[in-house]
Structure formats: C-alpha cells, structure tokens
C-alpha cells in the first residue's frame, strides 16, 4: 500500500508540473498557487506511508536535539567573532607580504626590476 501511496505522490507532482505549464495563458499567481496546493496534497499522501512517518519522527528527533544543545553566549559568540576577525587580518597581511616579496623576486629574477 505504501508503493501505491508514494505511486500516487509522484503521479500528483507531474500532474501538478504539467498543469502549470498547460494553462500558461492564466495569471502566475494562479498557477503558481494550484502548484503550491497539488505539491502541499502529494505531501500529505507520501507522509501518510512507513517512509512518510520515519521522516516526521527523524525531525522531531532533530528538534529535541537542537533544544538539548548548548548554545555559546552572547560574550563568547563576540570573542570568537573578534579572534576570527583578528586572524583573518593577520593572515591576509601574511599572504600580502608573501606575495609583495614574490613580485619583487620575479621582478629580479627576470630583469624588469630596477
């Protein structure tokens, strides 16, 4: 039964696609809205199958895990932020420098220098 459930899903989304695309004479808003609700109603019928219930049940699961996680504080989200600023400008100056010093051995090496 859940084959024929998710058979029906799939047949309602391409139903819903060529629809779309079969009253292009009428307003976007419209077609855009009866594609949303055929696409909302293929969702209701593939949820209702084993695969349907797993995948509410896998982001419930997700949701209590996100709740259950410890989220850093405002003074640490800050410091973290200003050290990874603070590092991406010394690194950047690095890579500067390393390729100032580059030019000028090119320059050198190649007789353009002066």
Do not use: C, H
């Amino acid at each position: 039964m859940d084959k024929l459930k998710l058979i029906i899903s799939v047949v309602l989304i391409a139903a819903g696609i060529a629809g779309f695309y079969y009253y292009a004479d009428q307003a976007l808003l419209y077609r855009v809205l009866g594609l949303l609700a055929v696409l909302g109603a293929a969702t209701g019928v593939a949820l209702t199958t084993q695969v349907g219930g797993e995948t509410i049940a896998f982001g419930r699961n997700a949701i209590l895990e996100v709740k259950r996680s410890v989220w850093p504080t405002r003074a640490e989200t800050i410091q973290t932020t200003l050290i990874v600023l603070v590092m991406v400008i010394i690194v950047g100056l690095i890579l500067w420098l390393f390729d100032m010093f580059l030019l000028w051995a090119v320059k050198l090496l190649t007789g353009q220098g002066g």
